[in-house]
């Protein structure tokens, strides 16, 4: 099976992000990264088809935190990692399941239910995780769900009360946010992507990439036309965090001297997401983490978003643009 | 009886909660069911208490403590320190330590009789520990782990153990305890025990993602099927009235 060529290592200046409330957050979680030796590189186990690549996806990454301490004299400050996409098992349960705790801000659910709901769709969804690592720590995850077949659920019935409930505040998206949960629920997917906070940015375009593939995949291998048709999704339903200014007249303020933007999304891909949306929202979160400095003037929100399935293309182009101009940033950033 | 619960969706129960043969304390904070999970089960048995040690939740893992006595960090405040003082039963020493390890919960796994603590405690802790608790103690480790309060859960009547305790282990930890010991886990595979569960001479509480193999395990070394709390709290309650006598 054609193996996808390992990228090549760049040292380059870390960590590369968007904005310098991505880098601070980057800078904090880099203390405490454990030093990882890179091993030599197996196949990953996850199947695919011969004619695309992606047999395993190797990112070999060279970072440079800075001024990070070390905690065994060797530690120089460089961490490298490879990292590799695997289909859900169920032995990710715990770390999926860290991945989801704030999920729903601090409603009460099936939570366990729906991390073995999603550990059991092994066609659609991957995990990101470490080659090797003996600890099995899940760093990302990305799937989709669809609503009509889950819908008996716990955790989807709980979920789909939050995401009503939440929308009931606000005018006009209510009712179609309840279509697309009831009558239109047979095409909608729930998009689920959560991961560290500090995961590099480059291989965003590569998991979204193989999330929409494994989906149009799925269309034409699932075993019955039920399945088959329950991943032509037509919408999906992303439920998110961002950070708001607190200060309404945002809007006032010119560009040139807009030092601080209206809103910073946690996900870089939530920009895009937001811009291709059909509708969104946003909504308070009663979990208020302590902000790094840099955010003290904003406010967690969680935003609720729909963008159409024909949408994705654009959305794949734009994420893999919008990465790779990270790429280029100069040494000294 | 075992019983499964959770703390705002994380099975981690031991954390937020202590259970002994004499109270249970119970964090600030979670749900109201959580609270009345206790109450329910334990209410007009033995006092359930909520309070926070040292302005956190975490109330399991920083104190330890038994029938006889109460340990608590050197962080606990005043104010926590007299409402424990106030709300447990008066035959409870309640005592705060200085000690550097201050998560007397990850640090010291005890019952009514005996106490195993991390091999770096203090020699003056360790004589507390004897003195407020009652106990016999007895520096070692589990799996090669010192945090003993963390990877074992104890009772009375049994005790369960990391997963990767050797058999030579368990039956040296056996003798010195003097209770059955098992190699288990809780909450789907989870190797801190005492992070995932609680347990008295009658009853049990679990993190919800325990599996019902583990819960299982857990209700047969701790004796849990048959046990009634009007049974062990009447024999308590003739030795203390033999007292005033």
């Not at chain 1, 009931?168 to 997917?189: F, M, P, T």
């Not at chain 2, 520990?129 to 010192?146: H, K, P, S, W, Y």
């Not at chain 2, 003739?238 to 005033?244: E, G, M, V, W």
């Amino acid at each position: 099976m054609p193996r996808k060529p390992r990228r090549k290592q760049r040292p380059k200046s870390w960590p590369v992000t968007f904005s310098p409330f991505a880098r601070a957050l980057a800078r904090m979680a880099s203390v405490s990264k454990p030093n990882r030796r890179s091993k030599s590189i197996e196949s990953s186990e996850k199947p695919t088809r011969s004619s695309t690549s992606n047999g395993s996806s190797k990112h070999t990454l060279e970072e440079r935190p800075e001024g990070s301490e070390s905690s065994d004299g060797e530690f120089d400050g460089v961490v490298q990692a490879d990292f590799a996409f695997f289909d859900p098992k169920p032995n990710d349960f715990h770390g999926v399941k860290t991945l989801l705790q704030t999920y729903l801000d601090v409603e009460e659910w099936d939570l366990s239910g729906f991390a073995d709901l999603i550990l059991e769709q092994t066609t659609v969804g991957t995990v990101v995780k470490v080659e090797d690592d003996e600890d099995e720590g899940v760093f990302a995850l990305a799937t989709a769900l669809n609503l009509w077949r889950y819908r008996e659920q716990r955790c989807i019935m709980k979920l789909k009360e939050f995401l009503l409930l939440k929308a009931s505040q606000e005018k006009g998206v209510g009712d179609q946010l309840r279509l697309l949960l009831g009558e239109r629920a047979h095409n909608v997917g729930l998009l689920v992507s959560q991961r560290v906070v500090n995961l590099p940015p480059q291989l965003l375009p590569h998991l979204y990439d193989s999330l929409f593939n494994e989906v149009s995949w799925a269309t034409e291998d699932e075993p019955t036309e039920d399945l088959r048709n329950s991943f032509q999704f037509k919408h999906y339903i992303i439920l998110s965090k961002i950070y708001k200014h607190k200060n309404a007249e945002q809007q006032k303020r010119k560009r040139s001297d807009d030092r601080e933007e209206e809103i910073v999304y946690v996900k870089p891909e939530d920009e895009i997401f937001h811009e291709l949306s059909s509708w969104s929202f946003c909504f308070p979160l009663r979990t208020q983490q302590p902000a790094p400095h840099e955010l003290k003037n904003y406010r967690s929100m969680g935003l609720i978003m729909t963008v159409e399935a024909d949408k994705i293309p654009t959305f794949r182009q734009q994420l893999a643009s919008l990465i790779n101009e990270g790429w280029r940033q100069p040494e000294g950033v | 009886m075992a019983t499964r619960l959770q703390f705002e969706n994380n099975c981690d129960i031991g954390v937020f909660s202590k259970l002994t043969n004499g109270y249970c304390m119970v964090a600030i904070g979670g749900s109201e069911s959580f609270y009345s999970v206790f109450e329910s089960e334990l209410g007009g048995v033995i006092p359930v208490v909520k309070t926070s040690i040292a302005g956190t939740r975490i109330v399991g893992r920083l104190c330890a403590g038994n029938k006889n006595g109460l340990l608590l960090p050197h962080t606990t405040t005043d104010q926590e320190l007299q409402h424990l003082r106030n709300s447990l039963p008066d035959q409870v020493v309640v005592q705060r330590i200085e000690e550097k390890l201050s998560a007397l919960g990850n640090c010291i796994a005890c019952n009514d009789h005996v106490a195993l603590t991390h091999t770096d405690l203090d020699r003056e802790t360790e004589e507390i520990i004897a003195d407020v608790l009652g106990v016999e103690v007895f520096r070692q480790t589990i799996a090669g782990n010192i945090l003993v309060g963390s990877f074992c859960a104890l009772s009375n009547r049994g005790g369960l153990v990391h997963p990767h305790t050797s058999i030579e282990d368990l039956d040296e930890l056996s003798t010195l305890l003097q209770v059955p010991l098992v190699a288990g886990t809780v909450n789907r595979g989870s190797e801190v025990i005492a992070a995932g569960m609680i347990v008295n001479d009658w009853t049990s509480f679990c993190g919800s993602d325990t599996t019902a193999t583990e819960l299982s395990v857990i209700e047969s070394v701790f004796k849990l099927r048959d046990s009634q709390p009007s049974v062990i709290v009447d024999e308590m309650r003739k030795s203390l009235i033999d007292s005033y006598v």
